[in-house]
């Protein structure tokens, strides 16, 4: 079954700090990979996504990720977080037909100052 | 209009009543989706709409739940019967195409069933 899994529910770094979300996936296909982000009372934000080419992509605010097939993972990075960045944040496979997405249970980042 | 517009904001409604929620895609966009958030989850997919037709409608938990696009543009998701394990965001996306492009959210429409 597809199913995305975010081992973390709960991350608190400090403003500065580096940050690393994990993303492990199932998907019987290419896996097509997003990052979201949600901010209170705010909809879900486009990060970025990984359809194919190069496994190291870029986003907006500063955000990348790396698509690593052999470890079935998609894992969000950022080297200096800003106190903007507090949020949540959600990993989804998407499917290539119909373009329906499965989202992980998200990942809190607050931000200490 | 510049996004993806969802109306009612908040809905408050009582065990057992019928209630619609409102989704208006961006303009010319062919594909919507209606996802579901319940409270510490990530959203979960209910129905898929192509144009006017329902694609994939796998993910509406049950008879309760009906989702109409008539004119391949507004989308109305309606629940009977409502139960209070209805309460959640419901979130509306919009894409320009079927396949795997850009989705669009729109904020949601909190429901609670008291």
């Known amino acids: 079954a597809q199913s995305v899994t975010q081992p973390d529910i709960h991350i608190t770094v400090s403003e500065g700090a580096s940050l690393e979300l994990r993303c492990n996936y199932s998907?019987?296909?290419?896996?097509?990979l997003f990052w979201y982000v949600q901010s209170p009372g705010q909809g879900l934000q486009l990060l970025l996504k990984?359809?194919?080419?190069?496994?190291l992509v870029q986003g907006i605010k500063g955000f990348e990720a790396e698509f690593k097939r052999s470890q079935s993972s998609f894992n969000l990075r950022k080297p200096s977080v800003h106190w903007s960045d507090a949020a949540e944040y959600f990993c989804?496979?998407?499917?290539?037909?119909?373009?329906?997405?499965?989202f992980g249970q998200g990942t809190t980042l607050q931000v200490k100052p | 209009g510049a996004g993806v517009s969802q109306t009612p904001s908040n809905k408050v409604t009582e065990k057992g009543k019928y209630v619609e929620l409102r989704c208006d895609p961006i303009?010319?966009?062919?594909?919507l989706y209606w996802y579901r958030q319940s409270l510490g989850q990530g959203p979960e997919f209910l129905i898929y709409?192509?144009?006017?037709?329902?694609?994939?409608d796998s993910g509406l938990p049950n008879d309760r739940f009906f989702a109409v696009r008539p004119e391949g543009s507004v989308s109305t998701l309606k629940i009977q019967r409502t139960e209070r394990g209805d309460s959640a965001v419901y979130l509306c996306?919009?894409?320009?195409?079927?396949?795997?492009?850009?989705?669009?959210f729109g904020q949601g429409t909190r429901l609670t069933v008291v």
């Open positions: 303009s010319g966009h062919t594909a």
């Open positions: 998907y019987g296909a290419t896996p097509y």
């Open positions: 990984y359809f194919s080419g190069d496994t």
């Open positions: 709409f192509q144009g006017t037709g329902a694609a994939d």
């Open positions: 996306a919009s894409s320009s195409g079927g396949g795997i492009t850009e989705a669009f």
């Open positions: 989804a496979v998407g499917a290539s037909n119909t373009g329906k997405l499965i």
